[in-house]
């Protein structure tokens, strides 16, 4: 139901914006339609990763940020021939309506938050329902109601990521990564504006470029392991952006095209940290508070989107071309030192995902069964059904 909420509201809000006229009140339906938009990704992200195996998690778990880039790739194409803003609002936004309502219609709660309630009735009927459908043999089995309750934790509060020491190394990390992530790809979209060439075919083409490094993580991400890779993406990005301070310095106007080369393979790899970064968190944090953790992250990181259009000004504080590069300069340096440290963090790579604070602690990965054994060909386990 929460996403079903937050597609109604983005979508209603998308609608009324265009009918204002008070400038103060434009400004509040927009936070709605933020509030909206980020609240329907991070709860998707996490259902998407609660109802999908161990074996098949990451891609399902990636293609919702595949599917931005796909959006972005249809926005500059629709947005190339409809130039009334008003117009192009109401036709981005027209399709959340029905998709919430189909949301509603096919989609069912997440098996895995249901037994960290103690709904377990009501987790083992879509359970059932998930195997019949995946034509696989395996049956939700009532005794095991008790053992599984008393696995999980309820009513754990979300302040628990600030308190337990382990919770919090990472909360810290992840928070700057979340920033890091959010501020550059941001930046370097708003500086697709000022590149050499249309701005229309820049994002179609970066669009595009995205889509490609998304499916490259996609096919990767469980060979390389989510914090190799997504550390290799941001160092990458960083490194090509603090790069870009020698075509500025040196290059000629008509050789600015190094610039755009530079810019569009640093968003390429910051749109594939994005990628696996929107995976990691999630089998990061156990079931018990990974819904409300990744929104507080998600909602985090949106300073790195406020902050964007500011940085981009700091070319206006110095002179020349050394204050043209001091965008870039900056976003490269951050994104590098926030690939780093995600050394510190556990890889959650072929491991079950935790669903108990005591997991996170003791650093376990518990496989919680609920079918009897000797009625599959392997034993089917909470983590791989769910």
Known sequence: MTIVACILLQGISAFVCTQVTNVYLFLFIRVLMAIGGAGSFGTLLVFVTEITSMKYRSRPTMATQLAF??????????????????????????????????????????PRWLMSVKREKQAGKILNKMAEINKTNFRYEPEYEIELSNSNDRNVKIWKIFTVRDLLKRTLIMMFAWVTVIFVYYGLTLNLGVLAGNVYLNLFLNSLFEISVILFAVFFVDRFGRRKLTLS????????????????????????????????????????????????????????????????????????GVLSPYIMNLSTLAPGRVGKSLPLMLMGITCFVSGILLIFLPETTNKPMQDTLDEVTNNKHTNNSACKEGEMDETVELNAVA
């Open 69 to 110: 880039s796909c959006a972005l790739l249809f926005i500059s194409l629709i947005a190339y021939f409809i130039r009334d803003w008003k117009m192009l609002i109401i036709i981005i936004s027209g399709p959340s309506i029905p998709l919430a309502l189909l949301t509603m219609w096919l989609a069912p709660e997440s």
């Open 233 to 304: 993406f941001m160092v990458a990005s960083g490194i090509t952006g603090i790069l870009t301070l020698f075509p500025y310095l040196y290059a000629s106007k008509d050789q600015y095209w190094i610039i755009t080369a530079l810019t569009t393979f640093s968003r390429m790899c910051i749109a594939g940290a994005i990628s696996v970064i929107c995976l990691y968190t999630c089998e990061l944090y156990p079931t018990c508070i990974r819904n409300s953790s990744v929104g507080i992250l998600a909602g985090f990181a949106r300073f790195g």
